[in-house]
């Protein structure tokens, strides 16, 4: 099926529907599809504003010529058929909830911007932009089969809903349809990952000690990005606190002031580079006596989970060989019902276990007079980069790009690690040279360029021919 004459198809392929390919990222990024379980129902279970995004994804689907199912809004897939019908397919999977916007906004969040070459808005990277890479990959060869060709797998893109926060529309999905012979997620950087660390993400809480001095503590987004900025409202005259690196101080009201502590944000897989702002807020705090005597402890705690993005200050640090390091940031604080919890994303390597984590953390939470528990966890993932599929997507990308195209593993986790044969396939070059206003994902100004996502585009479409040929 690959051949000069395909790939000549494929390039005037890109070129014809590339602004349709922008225009479809824009309207999935008007959607502010943040889960919100408070607000589910029947039918849209991570919340309307994800199911928003789901149904608008859905009728793209639709309107490139794929045979659309809707999974009980958990999520969804659209298909062209081949001649193994559907029990057996190939597939992409892709999602289109995001995490939410944050500040620090230069250009709006929730459209797409064009500028010298990229396009900038919340998931044109992670992952709306990537999505309707797929969608397009999959019109390519719905083309192909109205006029005529059988493919020999049926091709399905899987429309994900719920990858930020927890990822459980894909248990629901492997519940009710046989697995993909191959699944790859285009949610990541080339050239392709074959391996994820084990997921693990908890919480610390604190007695009922807010109040006496520290009236409020907010900072974050989500527990599986590092804080950008965190926020105390404490009992003292604003007046009379001074100003310190990476630190502000406003009144809040009589005999209150308000601490504006900012960091530099980040993805919690990748902390190097990365100022946790919760760690600032904290060592200030400590250091112009703004904590009580019950609030102390926790504050002293927020240091050591802050110390370093890698687990040695608290005990908990692993590494191997595979893998690397462990991680473990602080991602969010809130004051709850007079208590103070703080939560703690980890992504670990085989030489440690969930269990092993929990067992640190709870000592030391224990040491400053807290409680803590585990909220969620999956062990590592990984697949051999020698078997075919991964080969057949390798020399692709290798041939497109002309660098060497070798596996490797991330502290992230994709939808990859829920499939027995799948990996994460790009789109993000991470050698590509960024202009210093493009933001990264899950950050402000999130940014890609338009050069990476259509050459990926093309790379998608010669790989799903490439596995088309496999025996699988």
């Given at each position: ?47 309307p ?13 639709e ?78 060869f ?11 797998y ?43 660390k ?63 502590a ?21 060592r ?14 926790f ?11 890698y687990?040695?200050?608290s ?53 400053h ?15 051999s ?26 502290g992230?986790g ?29 950050g ?29």
């Open positions: 099926m690959v051949d000069e004459q395909f790939k000549q198809q494929v390039d005037a392929y890109v070129d014809e529907v590339w602004e349709d390919v922008v225009a479809d990222i824009a309207r999935l990024v008007r959607h502010e599809s943040v889960e919100d379980l408070s607000a589910a129902e029947p039918g849209k279970p991570w919340g504003a994800s199911n928003a995004a789901l149904v608008e994804a859905e009728q793209m689907a309107r490139l010529g794929l045979e659309v199912t809707d999974v009980d809004g958990y999520l969804g897939f659209a298909d062209v058929p081949g001649a193994s019908g559907a029990q057996r397919y190939l597939a992409t999977i892709a999602h289109t909830d995001i995490v939410p916007l944050g500040l620090g906004w230069t250009m709006p969040a929730l459209e797409v911007t064009r500028k010298d070459g990229w396009l900038v808005g919340r998931g044109v990277q992670d992952d709306k932009g990537p999505f309707v890479l797929s969608l397009y990959a999959a019109n390519f719905a083309r192909r089969v109205a006029a005529g060709e059988t493919l020999p049926t091709l399905r893109c899987i429309i994900g809903n719920n990858e930020e926060t927890g990822m459980g529309d894909v248990p629901y999905y492997l519940e009710r349809y046989p697995e993909p012979l191959f699944c790859f997620s285009p949610d990541a950087d080339f050239p392709l990952i074959c391996g994820e084990g997921l693990y993400q908890g919480r610390f809480t604190s007695g009922q000690v807010a109040g006496e001095k520290i009236v409020e503590l907010d900072g974050g987004t989500v527990p599986n990005a590092i804080c950008g900025q965190a926020t105390a409202v404490v009992r003292a005259d604003a007046a009379t606190l001074p100003a310190a690196e990476r630190v502000e101080v406003e009144p809040a009201g009589e005999g209150l002031a308000r601490v504006i900012t960091g530099i944000g980040g993805h919690a897989s990748m902390p190097a580079g990365t100022v946790n702002a919760i760690g600032v807020l904290a200030y705090l400590l250091a112009q006596g703004l904590a009580g005597e019950g609030e102390r402890g504050l002293e705690l927020l240091v050591t989970l802050t110390e370093d993005a687990g040695r200050a005990g908990i640090a692993a590494a191997d060989d595979k893998f690397g390091e462990l991680t473990c940031v602080a991602g969010t604080v809130r004051t709850v019902d007079g208590r103070f919890v703080q939560t703690v994303d980890s992504r670990y390597p085989t030489t440690t276990t969930g269990e092993a984590i929990t067992a640190r953390l709870s000592e030391l939470a224990a040491e007079g807290c409680s803590y528990e585990q909220t969620s966890g999956d062990a590592p993932f990984y697949v980069p020698d078997s075919p599929e991964i080969q057949a997507l390798l020399a692709t990308y290798g041939e497109y790009t002309g660098k060497r195209a070798e596996a490797f593993t991330i992230g994709t939808y990859a690690r829920h499939f027995a044969r799948a990996c994460a396939f790009g789109p993000n070059d991470p050698d590509e040279e960024r202009p210093a206003w493009a933001g990264t994902e899950h402000p100004d999130e940014a890609i360029s338009e050069k990476s996502l259509r050459q990926a585009l093309k790379i998608y479409i010669v790989a799903i021919a490439r596995l088309m040929e496999l025996d699988l």
